[in-house]
């Protein structure tokens, strides 16, 4: 069945990185924009970013733009999300989701049960 | 990237209707259809029920409805049912500044 598989969260100190990855199956992969996003605890939630599908285009939050990075595997079906230079604000369950279209942001229509990242000391 | 405005809460009876709001700016509801809405429950990862303004995705029950006026967009959930239940929360495309997605603060419906 379409399913969405994070992993690679964890604790981390202020100002350290993390790999979050994000396993897909069930789709065409190679045909889907994907999202990250993700939700502080007892909070809603933010988007995070956005790939096409072809990893040609890139968009961000201004909350995380120029210290995380979105990227793809599509031989391997995986998303990823590089996190550096990490504060105690980007603390969050974060979710993978699929979007219908593979070009620009519409919907999400398959979402991760999410990984959870804490940045503390 | 701004939140889209929603209210922090709703209530309605078994049986009611109740609808929720989405305000935004030209630049993402009022500009594009590409206006969506997501249901999520405790502990749960959120799940879509309204795409493209006013439709459903198979599965959603037709209790279940969008709709757009200007910078605001709505979602209609009639004939409450206790499993409606959740937080509700509207998202648009949008090219404010820079391309990408913008989240409303999200809606607790609470059954009574």
């Known amino acids: 069945q379409v399913q969405l598989v994070e992993s690679g969260g964890g604790v981390v100190q202020p100002g350290g990185s993390l790999r979050l990855s994000c396993a897909a199956s069930?789709?065409?992969?190679?045909?889907?924009?994907m999202h990250w996003v993700r939700q502080a605890p007892g909070k809603g939630l933010e988007w995070v970013a956005f790939?096409?599908?072809?990893?040609?285009?890139?968009y961000y939050a201004d909350s995380v733009k120029g210290r995380f990075t979105i990227s793809r595997d599509n031989s391997n079906n995986t998303l990823y999300l590089q996190m550096n230079s990490l504060r105690a604000e980007d603390t969050a369950l974060y979710y993978c989701a699929k979007d219908r279209f593979a070009l620009i942001p519409n919907y999400m229509d398959v979402w991760g049960k999410g990984t959870t990242v804490t940045v503390s000391s | 990237q701004s939140a889209l405005t929603q209210p922090a809460s709703v209530s309605g009876s078994p049986g009611q209707s109740i609808t929720i709001s989405c305000t935004g700016t030209s630049s993402d509801v009022g500009g594009y259809d590409y206006v969506s809405w997501y249901q999520q429950h405790p502990g749960k990862a959120p799940k879509v029920v309204v795409y493209?303004?006013?439709n459903r995705p198979s599965g959603v029950s037709n209790r279940f409805s969008g709709s757009k006026s200007g910078n605001t967009a709505s979602l209609t959930i009639s004939g409450l049912q206790a499993e409606d239940e959740a937080d509700y929360y509207c998202?648009?495309?949008?090219?404010?500044?820079?391309?990408?997605?913008?989240f409303g603060g999200g809606t607790k419906l609470t059954v009574l």
């Open positions: 998202i648009s495309y949008t090219s404010s500044n820079t391309v990408g997605v913008v």
């Open positions: 493209e303004v006013s």
């Open positions: 069930g789709f065409t992969f190679s045909s889907s924009g």
């Open positions: 790939l096409r599908y072809d990893g040609n285009n890139k």
